[in-house]
């Protein structure tokens, strides 16, 4: 079963920065993306930005498009999210995902940690 273990919330003022990590106990064959979903106070769970374990093309939601940056290593299975500029809409739960290419896949998911941005 594999784990994944947040780390780096917190609380920011508007325009700063905050870096998240996230490692996997192991990293499943082939097929998997590994990212990050949000969840802000009474909203649904979106999708943030992930990478692919495979060939590292980084996928990024139109809100957060050049202000956060996805970055993998591959040695540690551990991805990390670069946020910068950040907004006051960007306050939510921040979980990390690794994903499968196929719904045949399990995905599995890290517990979440609160990013809180103040203006």
């Known amino acids: 079963q594999v784990q994944l273990v947040e780390s780096g919330g917190g609380l920011v003022q508007t325009g700063g920065s905050l870096r998240l990590s996230c490692a996997a106990s192991e990293m499943p064959f082939s097929g998997y993306k590994m990212g990050w979903f949000r969840q802000p106070p009474g909203k649904e769970r979106e999708f943030v930005a992930s990478?692919?374990?495979?060939?590292?093309?980084?996928y990024y939601a139109a809100s957060v498009k050049g202000r956060f940056a996805i970055v993998r290593n591959n040695a540690k299975n551990t991805v990390y999210l670069q946020m910068n500029s950040l907004k006051p809409e960007d306050t939510a739960v921040y979980y990390c995902a690794l994903t499968g290419d196929t719904p045949l896949m399990t995905d599995y998911w890290g517990q979440g940690t609160q990013v809180t941005v103040s203006s």
């Open positions: 990478v692919s374990w495979s060939d590292g093309t980084t």
